[in-house]
């Protein structure tokens, strides 16, 4: 269900020249804009790559389209594109919005948190997770990840009960660039997709590491595809109706691949799974 965007809350940093806003069902949203700097096909991969990694069960934010309206933008004349020295006006219309954690006014994101905190984040396995899709997608970015604080709740052994703790959580984001972002095109190397921190792969030992997310993007079905791409607002493609549905023939036809897509990162200049036996 779409969302109508009522408040600009801030600018965010990035090449997309994303906007917090807040959106008519009570959530923030972090929105790329159709006529962003790096393409409206960003808008299509941010699309495409939540919904298939949310099948693949790795943690990423909630989507939604959001309308950002021309009385909107009207009203809110800092809702616009930096090119240079000049301003962009937003484009009315559909636009990508991906969910910010609750209250950003309350809940603290972070880009980086200490090792020691890293070890400890309670979904630090979907790292292996998004590899494997990263690497299936062609991701020509390096892993973009931000961490939450969230109440857990956690089994304890013997008792009857659940017991409530606080802990960090990684959400994966920034997709923009799956499908070697603007080109639709899949080139491989032996660093992309990969995350900046090395720890996060310090347990990789061998191929099991990598499942069930393997047998997962192995086993894909066409159905998440199809219904994928049903959703795309057709501004967001403009005569590209065909070349995306090449696309994910495409991308289909490399799962088989993933396996030594993964194998070949340890040849690069930095072997990112030094206990891989």
Known sequence: MPVQAIRLIRKLRGGAQSHLMECDDGRSYVVKFRNNPQHRRI???????????????????????VNV??????????????LGSKHLAIEPGWHFG???????????VYDFIPDLLLDKVVNLADF????????????ADSRQSVFYRARLKQWVSGADE?????????????????????????????LQGLYFRPSVYQHVRSFDDFQPWLDRVTHFPEEVVDDALKQLPPTW???????VK??????M????????????????????FPNWT
């Open 43 to 65: 808008l299509v991969n941010e699309w495409i790559s939540a919904a298939f990694l949310r099948y693949l069960q790795i943690s990423v934010p909630d989507t939604a389209i």
């Open 69 to 82: 309206s021309a009385e909107f933008l009207e009203k809110t004349p800092d809702a616009y594109l930096q």
């Open 98 to 108: 991906s969910a910010f954690p609750g209250d950003p006014a309350r809940i603290a």
């Open 128 to 139: 292996l997770g998004v590899l494997v899709f990263d690497k299936w997608a062609a991701n």
């Open 162 to 190: 659940y017991l409530t703790r606080t802990g960090f959580v990684a959400n994966m984001m920034d997709h923009g660039y799956a499908f070697n972002g603007p080109h639709w095109t899949f080139t491989d190397s032996p």
């Open 237 to 243: 493609l403009e005569g590209d109706e065909e070349v």
């Open 246 to 251: 090449q696309l994910m023939t495409k991308l």
């Open 253 to 272: 036809s490399r799962r088989k691949r993933v396996p030594d897509l993964i194998r070949d990162s340890t040849s690069g200049r930095i072997n990112p």
